[in-house]
């Protein structure tokens, strides 16, 4: 695929107290595309994301957004950055609509709109009702809606798909490809499950023990194993071993 760069991590490391869980990390993602971020539970795939938006400080290499250093331009990027990483906290006592509205206020761009934003991740009737009383998949998607109001050129999700219900998994889906389709939006999500990522993504990248061991297009793959991706997948997953239906992902 052609397209200009919108994230480049070049060999990439990051420890805490002398375990190092980001090794000589690169990913290359294209302007308008998404990208699934695949790896089990304790891979790396959070700390990749709190590299990328800023949240970390690399030990070694560079993170290039829209073809700038984030270290160096970190707050620049940032107003084209959407993200959701780990659970998100709101105002707690507040509707979606005001946490919305404060959030746009202090983003200080017009974007979507704190409508719009609501009906995009289906929060429109939820009215004065407070985010204390949001279930899990409520939240998740009031978290989607912060993350897109203004507008990004990038949106970064953690594992988006947490606490949803499967009505609400494909509602996502359709939401994440028609940002990417209309708007242009770069998408950037996690999962340590194929499945929720295999539908949208139009490149995969999977991380084991800290490090992308492979990055790629995903529809050759999907021809070429068309009944057989998981297994192709749950392999370099688990680290290029042959597969072991015994195998399970560390939760
Ligand atoms: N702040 C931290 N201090 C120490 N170890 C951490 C910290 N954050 C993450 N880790 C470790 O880094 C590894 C990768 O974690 P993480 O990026 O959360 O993985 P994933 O999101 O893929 O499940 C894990 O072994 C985790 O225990
Ligand atoms: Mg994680």
Request: charged share 25%; net charge negative; aromatic share 8%.
């Amino acid at each position: 695929m052609g397209g200009k760069i919108a994230i480049q991590t070049t060999r990439l490391a990051k420890s805490f107290g002398g375990n190092e869980v980001i090794k000589d990390c690169s990913m290359c993602i294209r302007e308008g595309t998404i990208y699934g971020f695949l790896g089990a539970n304790g891979a790396g795939k959070t700390t990749m994301f709190k590299l990328l938006t800023g949240l970390l400080t690399p030990d070694f290499g560079d993170v290039e957004i829209l073809g700038e250093n984030m270290l160096q331009y970190r707050d620049k990027m940032l107003s084209q950055i959407g993200s959701l990483i780990e659970a998100p906290t709101f105002y707690e006592h507040l509707s979606a609509y005001k946490n919305l509205e404060i959030h746009s206020e202090y983003m200080g761009v017009e974007g979507f709109g704190v409508d719009k934003a609501l009906k995009m991740v289906g929060l429109s009737d939820t009215q004065e009702k407070a985010s204390s009383k949001f279930s899990l998949g409520m939240r998740q998607r009031l978290g989607i809606a912060r993350a897109i109001i203004h507008k990004p050129k990038i949106l970064i999700l953690d594992e988006p798909i947490n606490g949803l219900d499967p009505m609400g998994i494909r509602a996502m889906r359709e939401l994440f490809l028609s940002l990417a389709k209309e708007y242009g939006i770069t998408i950037l999500l996690s999962s340590h499950i194929l499945s929720e990522i295999e539908h949208v993504a139009d490149k995969i990248g999977v991380i084991v023990n800290g490090t992308i061991v492979c990055e790629t297009d995903l529809a050759p793959i999907k021809a070429e194993h068309k009944n057989s991706l998981e297994d192709y997948f749950f392999t370099i997953m688990s680290g290029g071993n042959s597969y072991d239906k015994t195998y399970e992902i560390r939760t």
